[in-house]
């Protein structure tokens, strides 16, 4: 019993911040508002299937896979170079430690550092057309879009790919390839019956690890987005303090519900690929 007491703290902030929240949301989600007397409803759910909340969804879910997808493929490509530089080189001793400020660096600081670069009124907004007569956003403000979303996320996205890549990659053993190699493969012949399917499932559960991530952010939209909801986040923000939706906040719940449920799909098949991962690279 003594021994346990050391999770006795992570076991209150999981209770807490976890449990506690995801039991409110799930209730609130099934309950009517007190102006509408309470009570249990599936209104709140039934507004799920609104035109505005699926899109919201479908925006969401494609921001996420784009992001994650750019940030798990030049994440990969920027691990494999710190993987194979000299164990505790400088290299690899400033890239890691640049990854793990940046993966944290979003939320308004980030907006505001796009939109100062790549704005309208932004350094290399304003240089491209002074100097090159070259307008970025001739075709339209894809900033605050899908396109530019996704370029703002993939920001802190590929940090975090090489801090939860890099030690898949670590986990390669150079007798293998050097068995290869002694066996006649070639390189493509190494990496493509290999090392590719050993890192195929690290690299999987990486890029999920990036999707649920993504999924779940919510300040760097709210800041460069000044008008509509295009992602759930901010569906839910107006949900629960817009002055025009009022008695929304149960649907707030229920968008939060749904948050809940894909994260929880996306983090089980994460597990179940770091469980294959650790069988190989373990």
Known sequence: MPSLLGVVPFGAYVVIFLIIPTLVVAIGAFTANPEDGGGVTLANIKALGERQVLDAFVFSISLSAASALMGAILGALLAYAVATAKPNGMLRRVVTSACAVLAQFGGVTLAFAFLATIGLTGFITLYLQNHFDVNIFSGGVWLFELPGLTLVYTYFQIPLMVIVFLPALDGIRPQWREAAESLGGSTWQYWR??????????????????????????????????????????????????????????????????????????????????????????
């Not at 890029?207 to 709210?222: K, V």
């Not at 986040?233 to 948050?259: C, D, F, H, W």
């Open 193 to 282: 019956l290999v090392g590719g399917p050993l890192l195929a499932p690290a690299f999987l559960g990486s890029t999920l690890l990036l999707f649920a991530n993504a999924f779940s952010a919510y300040a760097t939209a709210a800041a460069l987005v000044s008008q509509g909801s295009p992602i759930v986040p901010l569906q839910i923000r107006n949900a629960l303090t817009s002055e025009v939706l009022l008695g929304q906040q149960n649907v707030g719940k229920a968008l939060a519900l749904g948050m809940v449920v894909v994260v929880a799909i996306v983090m089980w098949l994460y597990a179940l690929l770091q469980r294959r991962t650790s069988r190989w690279l373990g």
